[in-house]
């Protein structure tokens, strides 16, 4: 936490993962031996302490991972696995919901991208928000994914317009801030105006850029063979100073959680150098001029 603080950061996004198997019903998470320590309710909880005792707020963001696909495709092919889904996901995010009430967590996310499942079952959805909203006392996101925000059908249920903001902008190997401030100028005007419609902020749950070539586009095809992408930390730092000049200020904007900080800085896969964390390279800096402003 204090290197977290030290670069100027006042929010942490806590992030439980479950997981779900493509094409089975079943949401597996907090399994003794087989989650990681941060993943227990005991992990989480210790977590969450400490970045209160260290002055920080905090998002619980409870998260999904599908092996091998995404949960944006996350699909069955009958209302009996589906209702098999539902019935263990909503029992995973009460359960977190209770911990996040129970430790007077600031913020809590409902979701993370699931753009096949809103779209098929929304009024599951919508159930489980109120169900949501019996049990945690503070306030609601959920996360879409960053070219389906617009379609999200239960708005008017949640206290922020949350997203991850992975928006390409620029393909270039070392893209400049200026060409990245000039491709954020029309998803700002959507994004704000989506804003004033709804009468809601809008959140980035996830913003974040490799420390790769081309780390201005689209950063999750440059995720595959990421050990084979050149290093380079003026692309993520640029990209980072752009996202930031761009959106500091803007009154409907709420900020954003930075995918991604490790604690032991080991990154995805082994390739810290070459990862979405910032810490020991240029966009350190940028982070730490930003963040003070505020």
């Not at 002055?55 to 619980?60: C, D, E, K, S, T």
Request: glycine residues 8%; proline residues 6%; neutral net charge.
């Amino acid at each position: 936490m204090p290197a977290v603080c030290e670069v100027g950061a006042n929010w942490i996004a806590v992030v439980p993962y479950a997981y779900t198997r493509r094409g089975y019903p079943a949401v597996r998470y907090a399994v003794p031996g087989w989650h990681w320590w941060g993943e227990q309710p005991e992990g989480v909880c210790e977590t969450i302490r400490l970045a209160h005792a260290a002055g920080l707020r905090v998002l619980l963001k409870p998260q999904v991972y599908v092996p091998g696909s995404w949960t944006g495709d996350l699909t069955f092919h009958n209302d009996t696995d589906w209702s098999l889904w539902e019935e263990q996901y909503a029992k995973y995010i009460l359960d977190m919901a209770r911990i996040a009430d129970s430790l007077r967590v600031e913020m809590f996310c409902i979701g993370t991208e699931f753009r096949t499942s809103i779209a098929q079952r929304p009024a599951f959805w919508s159930a489980l928000i109120a169900q949501v909203r019996q049990v945690y006392r503070g306030v609601l996101t959920y996360s879409a994914n960053w070219d389906d925000w617009e379609f999200v059908p239960f708005w008017e249920q949640v206290d922020y317009i949350g997203l991850s903001a992975y928006f390409p902008l620029v393909e270039a190997d070392t893209p400049q801030v200026a060409a990245l401030k000039a491709a954020w100028r029309p998803h700002v005007q959507r994004l704000r105006d989506f804003s004033r419609r709804w009468q809601k902020p809008v959140l980035f749950t996830e913003f974040g850029y490799l420390s790769v070539n081309g780390a201005g586009g689209r950063t999750w095809e440059l995720e595959k063979n990421i050990q084979y992408r050149p290093v380079n930390e003026l692309a993520q730092a640029n990209c980072l100073e752009a996202l930031l000049d761009t959106f500091q200020g803007e009154p409907w904007w709420a900020g954003g959680f930075l995918w991604k900080w490790f604690p032991h800085m080991r990154g995805h896969e082994g390739y810290p150098e070459r990862d979405y964390t910032p810490q020991g390279k240029l966009a350190e800096q940028t982070l730490r001029k930003w963040y003070r402003k505020h």
